[in-house]
C-alpha cells in the first residue's frame, strides 16, 4: 500500500512533464514558408491562430514622432497571415480580401495595382480605414485610430498569403520608405 502512495505523486509528476513538453512544442516557432527581414530594433512574434498562421512585427516606440513633435505610443506594425485558398486564384482571392475589407469602418481604397516581389506576382491595395486598438495600459478598454495600411496579395501553393503594413495616416509618410524599401525587397519564399 505504501509503494502505490509513493508512485502515485510521482506518475502525476511525470505526466504533468509530458503534457507541459508537448504543449510548448505547439507553441514554439512555427515553420515559414518564406523568409523576411525586419529592421533592427523591430521584434517579432509567429503563432497560428484558427488554423491561419500569422508572423507578426512591430516597430520600436520613438520617442519622439518626426511630424507632429508628439511621443510616439502606438507601434507601427507588419503582420503577414498564410490560409488555405484552394479553388481560387490570386485574383479571386484578392478580390474577396478587397469585399471583405470594404465593410469595415471608414474603408476608403486609394490605391490598386498588380506589382511584383523578387519574381512573386502579387497585388497591392493601400487604404483608408479606422480601427480600435486597446488603449496604452488597459486590458479593457480601447479607441478608435486612423490607419492608412498597405497590403500586398500572393498566392502560392494553395496559399493566400497577405503582408499588412500598418500605419497610422500621420505616421504613413515616415514608415511607406521603409516598408519599400528595406522590409519588402528582403520576403522571398522558400523553396
Do not use: H
Given at each position: 500500500m505504501k509503494r502505490i502512495k509513493i508512485w502515485q505523486p510521482l506518475i502525476l509528476i511525470v505526466f504533468a512533464l509530458v503534457m507541459v513538453t508537448s504543449c510548448k512544442k505547439d507553441e514554439e516557432d512555427p515553420s515559414l514558408e518564406f523568409e523576411i527581414t525586419i529592421p533592427s530594433?523591430?521584434?517579432?512574434?509567429?503563432?497560428?491562430?484558427?488554423?491561419?498562421?500569422?508572423?507578426?512585427?512591430w516597430s520600436p516606440l520613438r520617442l519622439e514622432d518626426d511630424i507632429n513633435l508628439v511621443a510616439d505610443t502606438i507601434q507601427e506594425d507588419m503582420v503577414i497571415y498564410r490560409q488555405s485558398i484552394a479553388g481560387i486564384?490570386?485574383?479571386?482571392?484578392?478580390?474577396?480580401?478587397?469585399?471583405?475589407?470594404?465593410?469595415?469602418?471608414?474603408?476608403?481604397?486609394?490605391?490598386s495595382s498588380d506589382t511584383a516581389v523578387n519574381g512573386e506576382n502579387a497585388k497591392k491595395i493601400i487604404h483608408l480605414q479606422t480601427i480600435k486598438i486597446a488603449k496604452s495600459g488597459s486590458a479593457t478598454d480601447s479607441i478608435e485610430?486612423?490607419?492608412?495600411?498597405?497590403?500586398?496579395?500572393?498566392?502560392?501553393?494553395?496559399?493566400?498569403?497577405?503582408?499588412?503594413?500598418?500605419?497610422?495616416?500621420?505616421t504613413y509618410d515616415y514608415y511607406k520608405p521603409i516598408f519599400e524599401e528595406e522590409i519588402i525587397p528582403t520576403f522571398n519564399f522558400k523553396n
Open positions: 530594433g523591430w521584434n517579432y512574434n509567429n503563432f497560428y491562430y484558427e488554423e491561419v498562421l500569422r508572423y507578426y512585427a486564384d490570386l485574383d479571386q482571392f484578392f478580390t474577396a480580401l478587397t469585399a471583405d475589407l470594404s465593410t469595415g469602418v471608414n474603408f476608403q481604397l486609394l490605391y485610430v486612423d490607419i492608412k495600411p498597405m497590403k500586398l496579395v500572393f498566392y502560392k501553393d494553395g496559399y493566400g498569403y497577405v503582408i499588412d503594413c500598418g500605419m497610422l495616416i500621420y
